[in-house]
């Protein structure tokens, strides 16, 4: 794995191109060019798109752009690595084919110098979402899926703008409750304690912050909806957080 690893999360790009969206796509972009100048990796933690999936009929709508970008990411030998979130699920081999991005159904594991760090995506690690992790079951199982490709993907837009939400999030961010808050550091300290885990990073919550634990790390990768945040692992193994803006 190459140094500097960068690692973004929760990008939630939509499914229209207004004046806002535009915007997030540009700072998106100015990233990439910058992870394109000092090499390394970018890990995405998913829920990058708002909505995605392949189907029999192609793929949605308004992302040519952004799969531009990560193709020609991928052409100046940047790996990327993706983890996917509840939005963005059902890719079946389009994004490595396109894009040269290596999908991970499950939470992505890997070693920098003998240090285990853990990326996921982290949705139904909470014990109030048993109503979701049944549904996840559900809308992850083969005949849902066959069922999902079968349709064209126009018609899953359409159904995907309506059930979406993300949009009511602009503006505010989200105040998770301390009792999830701790129920997470928990789940963190239980990786870290039981498999010798060095770091810990999670989406989903569009929560921020590294915290120590013990010399060792748990960092929510906020979101790309108010945020804009970005996490990366510098060439002398110290990580970093900021938000990111086209100036940096």
């Not at 970008?69 to 990327?80: A, G, S, Y």
């Not at 285990?116 to 849902?144: A, E, N, Q, W």
């Not at 159904?159 to 409750?177: D, E, R, Y």
């Not at 010798?196 to 909806?225: E, P, R, S």
């Amino acid at each position: 794995m190459k140094l500097p690893i960068y690692f973004i999360s929760d990008n939630h790009f939509l499914l229209e191109k207004n004046q806002l969206e535009l915007e997030r796509r540009t700072k998106l972009f100015s990233l990439l060019d910058k992870i394109q100048k000092t090499g390394g990796t970018l890990i995405i933690g998913g829920d990058f798109f708002d909505f995605w999936v392949e189907s029999f009929y192609g793929i949605p709508n308004y992302y040519n752009d952004i799969l531009d970008k990560l193709e020609k990411l991928n052409r100046h030998h940047i790996k990327i690595h993706y983890i996917v979130g509840n939005h963005d699920y059902w890719d079946f081999g389009f994004l490595n084919k396109k894009c040269g991005v290596i999908i991970h159904k499950k939470d992505f594991l890997f070693k920098i110098d003998e240090q285990k760090i853990l990326v996921t995506h982290g949705d139904g690690l909470l014990k109030d979402d048993y109503k979701y992790r049944f549904m996840k079951k559900i809308i992850r199982s083969k005949l849902f899926i066959l069922l999902v490709r079968l349709v064209p993907s126009s018609v899953m837009t359409i159904i995907a703008k309506k059930i979406s939400g993300t949009k009511s999030k602009f503006g505010k961010l989200q105040n998770l409750p301390k009792k999830y808050k701790d129920e997470l550091e928990e789940y963190a300290i239980k990786q870290i304690d039981n498999y010798n885990i060095h770091t810990v990073l999670m989406g989903h919550y569009h929560q921020l912050g590294i915290k120590k634990i013990n010399n060792k790390q748990f960092i929510h990768m906020g979101d790309w909806i108010n945020q804009y945040t970005v996490t990366w692992i510098d060439k002398n193994y110290e990580w970093h957080q900021k938000k990111w803006t086209t100036k940096n």
